[in-house]
């Protein structure tokens, strides 16, 4: 491989929505050098490649940022970071207002205000939201986006980050990038579990397949703390299409019902894990299959319907139109999505204080990549971008460059170019997927055990993972492409590896569905009223228990 | 789920490519090919892209896809979303990009 040393003030490493907004904020507020080095392509990365036709997190009238922080901590019973969730909130709607400046499209009524939908919802048109997004980015003279970079790892020193490294993947060109300050907004990881469609449709999943955790696994390799993987997200979502359903749970009030028609919502709660455990529940218990009740509708909501799904999941229009039964004559069935780990939904991710710096100095998170405040949705990815990107520009004033020796440098090229020159007839990366998602399907509470899982089924799956792991390190690429695979392969079964030893060490079930310990079906507040954390120490995974960061409080690292 | 492209309508300028989330849509010969079919997330923003409506998108058997092909026709603001039936019958739905959706 061709290398090149690169120097930079901030590195953001992936520009998805967080990504993409902490570059726009840097710009203005400080003279640094940034670049933006994204695997695919800024124009449609992350999570909103198709777009998104709300925005679900917005302080409506006759609300505050607290009543956010309340809804969220309620929706997770209480395992929140209320000061990470309130400096989010505050930020919401001057993020919201920004975005209409960038060209985005929010419903007005005739006053000029917008149009809410529930509490905290507006109605925006958002197919093109991530073009907005990157042609913003792409006229800043100070900003320097490259594409098709994959970053691999970081470089640690004595708990400081140094930069990174990655490669192109398209080139193969093996970068070493220095920087003061590195923000990492990779998203969460998706493809950990068997799909509910595994075979030709198996990309066809709610979370972003290209999400593959790179950013918890670098952390955790670095020695990052990391927060609450235990609490896993599972999606409620459109049959087949995996479409979302708050579209119709929302607009047209549909309600939750099972094979006999009868509404289950109120059986079971309407938090998301409830809505996702009644539907499981529904089905094992012989009332399946489960369904939004849309039939009745109007033609002119199936009209407005059609329109929504193409601005954000297109497949399910594609669907209704291909069936000929559009929603008003057929409802919709529902059913949950394997697990994911998101930080942007659940609370799953980096330790970070409330400038969202990890602890690793100089390393900030953002987006669904970092822990302890959920429910984020695009504007409060936004919001995180904006917050650890003026932390990081107070950062770097007081702080140079890190250096990162060319030992450093050959070992983590060495490692790249042995994947390509090595030899393997036996084992593709796309085998160890397959036996990595089957691993944590059987014993890690996928699809096929309903979300449940028991120690027991931990212990099985976490020495399992340990033995594709390697068989991993003999895995051969024939392009950097599939050197990227390769490492996107490892990056999730390093994230499996954490998310085992969380599932573990919560002992008790407080999300029915997200963490379904069968060894320990009962919410238990003596013991585990805290957070779960975990660093990895010498390649093993060290679980810390954490006092909840109390009401009124901020928390700071000690380091 | 994944796209079909027409190698004859195809002109080989590789706004598809480019663009793919997934970088699952490579160049060979000046003609743009999908390498990694299974990989498609669906998001159609090749479909978008192309200038020559020769990318077109469909749903998996496996999904309960029927054989339609799905393109996207832009006319100012407006995103015509074309939907082709095999047995030849067209569904074309308007969406102006400056309207909010209604939920």
Redesign the interface.
Known sequence: MKTERISTDILIIGGGTAGCYAALILAENSDARVLICE???I????CL??GV??LNAYITDGHTPQDYVDYARKDAEDIVRGDLLLTMSERLNSVTARLEKLGL???KDENGKY?T?GNRNL???G??IKPILSDAVNSLPNVTVM??VNITDFSVENHRINGAFGFG??SGVFYTIEAKAVIVATGGAAGLYKPN?P???????WY???NTGAGYAMGIRAGAEMTTFEMRFIALRCK??IAPTG?LA???HAKQINSLGENYEGEYGITISQRVYGTVTENVEGRGPCYLKTEGITPEQDE?????Y??MA??Q???W???GKLPSSQNVEIEGTEPYIVGGHTASGYWVDSKRETTIHGLFAAGDVAGGCPQKYVTGALAEGEIAALAAAEYIKNNASGSISELEEKSRLAEAEGFLSQKNEQFTYEQLEEAMQTVMDSYAGGIKTNYRFNEKQLDLADEKIVRIQQLSDKLHADDP?ELMFIYELRERLTVCRSLIAHLKARHETRWHSFAENLDYPDRNDKDFHCYVNSVMENGEIKIILRELVKEGQSYEHSH | ??IAIDAEKCIGCGRCS??????LIKLESKRAYIKY?????????CIKECPVHAVK?Y????????G?L?HTEKEGNI?N?I?E?PDGKV?K?S?N???????
């Open positions: 695997k695919a392509n124009k449609r990365s992350g490649a198709a036709n709300a499209v929010i419903l149009v939908r109605k925006i048109n197919e093109n594409n098709r993947i398209d469609n075979g030709f449709s198996r990309h066809k999943m972003p397949p290209f087949d299409t579209t929302q607009g047209v407005a319907l059609l329109k929504a193409l601005n297109p497949s229009t594609i669907k139109i291909e069936s492409h | 789920m994944s480019e663009v793919c989330p997934g970088s079919p299974k990989d498609c997330w669906g998001c159609t923003s998108f749903l998996g058997a496996d999904i309960g896809g029927m339609s799905v995103l979303w939907i039936a569904t739905i969406i990009q400056k309207e909010s959706n209604k939920y």
